[in-house]
């Protein structure tokens, strides 16, 4: 009979080991659920209509406005004629106001509004 009991308190053993095992494998199958529910909403957004967008939309708007408003060096690459007569065009618009800035200080009252706008003595 001994050994009958020692079979039984050897499969009872396991039983517990089993037990937790299975308490163990739940609660991580839990946390594993979780972190793809947040992973989920993080990075698609929430399903709500004023709800947060979610990594993967954000980028796509950053992506949408750079091409929508590239740096000047890629606009001038892609068009050369525009961007030189754009240059071009700025250069005459800066030199005709700093030409008509130099005429307006000529004036005695509007000079000395500037001197006192700048406040230089």
Same mark, same amino acid.
């Given at each position: 009979?001994?050994?009958?009991?020692?079979?039984?308190?050897?499969?009872?053993?396991?039983? &517990?080991?089993?037990?937790?095992?299975?308490?163990?494998?739940?609660?991580?199958? &839990?946390?594993?659920?979780?972190?793809?529910?947040?992973?989920?909403?993080?990075?698609?957004?929430?399903?709500?209509?004023?709800?947060?967008?979610?990594?993967?939309? &954000?980028?796509?708007?950053?992506?949408? &406005?750079?091409?929508?408003?590239?740096?000047?060096?890629?606009?001038? #690459?892609?068009?050369?004629?525009? #961007?030189?007569?754009? #240059?071009?065009?700025?250069?005459?618009? #800066?030199?005709?106001?700093?030409?008509?800035?130099?005429?307006?200080?000529?004036?005695?009252?509007?000079?000395?509004?500037?001197?006192?706008?700048?406040?230089?003595?």
């Amino acid at each position: 009979m001994e050994k009958y009991d020692q079979i039984l308190a050897a499969l009872a053993a396991q039983n &517990e080991e089993r037990q937790v095992m299975v308490r163990d494998l739940k609660s991580l199958a &839990e946390t594993v659920k979780e972190f793809q529910d947040t992973y989920l909403v993080d990075m698609r957004g929430e399903g709500k209509v004023n709800g947060f967008k979610g990594l993967i939309a &954000e980028v796509q708007w950053i992506k949408d &406005e750079v091409v929508k408003h590239p740096s000047i060096s890629s606009w001038a #690459a892609r068009q050369p004629y525009k #961007a030189l007569v754009s #240059a071009i065009g700025g250069f005459i618009g #800066a030199v005709t106001l700093w030409f008509a800035l130099h005429a307006l200080a000529s004036i005695p009252a509007v000079e000395a509004w500037f001197l006192k706008l700048l406040g230089l003595p």
